[in-house]
């Protein structure tokens, strides 16, 4: 079966430093790959998707890297604020192509 | 959360009892979930539906079950409550199939089961 691994449970990083996420998955090699940031006592909320044939995608601030080699993605925020301290969550979709795969999220505190 | 809406937001329950969880969205959209969310488990799916009378099954399933007669809700079902089902319940809708297309997330339900 589909394995996600987010490998951090918790990262802590300064003010205007770059956070950077790691995601990786095994047993498959899905065509998209999507990030969420969830905060305590909330729902996820969608913030960008990748597909394999892009390599890196850019929002603002985030940036996300898709390398299906490696089988992993790098989820990037640049010039970070303490108003980004969230849970990250990675997520790509099932073998079927019905259903997103969860990873368990990492923790990003950003201390001002 | 614009959109979605959760019933109850809260729930406490005896061992045994039965509970509904109910989704609701204003955004006729074709796709529903319903995710449990565990620590150290992250969110994973109990079931889907593509669609009024369509659902099918997800990682989590036994235990509960659902149903969609309308666009617009979707049930989700325990008919025996068990510890073991003490979760925060989240439904989460898309437009399209998941695999290309972002999921949009209600507020959650906090379960807990005595």
């Known amino acids: 079966s589909q394995k996600i691994e987010q490998n951090s449970e918790a990262l802590n990083i300064q003010e205007g430093k770059t956070a950077t996420l790691t995601c990786n998955y095994t047993?498959?090699?899905?065509?998209?790959l999507q990030w969420y940031r969830q905060d305590p006592g909330r729902g996820p909320v969608f913030l960008l998707l990748?597909?394999?044939?892009?390599k890196e995608k850019r929002k603002e601030r985030l940036k996300v890297t898709f390398d299906t080699t490696l089988k992993q993605s790098l989820f990037h925020i640049t010039a970070s604020q303490p108003a980004d301290s969230a849970t990250y969550l990675c997520?790509?979709?099932?073998?079927?192509?019905?259903?997103?795969?969860f990873g368990k999220g990492t923790t990003l505190s950003v201390s001002s | 959360d614009a959109g979605i809406t959760q019933s109850p937001r809260h729930k406490v329950t005896e061992t045994g009892t039965p509970v509904t969880l109910r989704c609701h969205q204003t955004?006729?959209?074709?796709?529903m979930y319903w995710y449990r969310q565990d620590p150290g488990h992250g969110l994973r799916l109990i079931h889907y539906?593509?669609?009024?009378?369509?659902?099918d099954k997800g990682e989590v399933s036994d235990g509960y079950s659902v149903s969609r007669s309308k666009t617009e809700d979707f049930l989700l079902t325990l008919e025996s409550a068990t510890s073991s089902q003490t979760s925060v319940y989240f439904c989460?809708?898309?437009?399209?199939?998941?695999?290309?297309?972002?999921?949009?997330f209600g507020p959650g339900t906090r379960l807990t089961v005595l």
């Open positions: 989460a809708i898309s437009e399209r199939e998941s695999s290309y297309n972002e999921q949009f």
């Open positions: 047993n498959y090699s899905p065509a998209y």
């Open positions: 990748i597909r394999e044939n892009e």
């Open positions: 997520a790509l979709t099932n073998q079927a192509g019905t259903a997103l795969i």
């Open positions: 955004e006729n959209h074709r796709y």
């Open positions: 539906s593509y669609g009024v009378k369509d659902t």
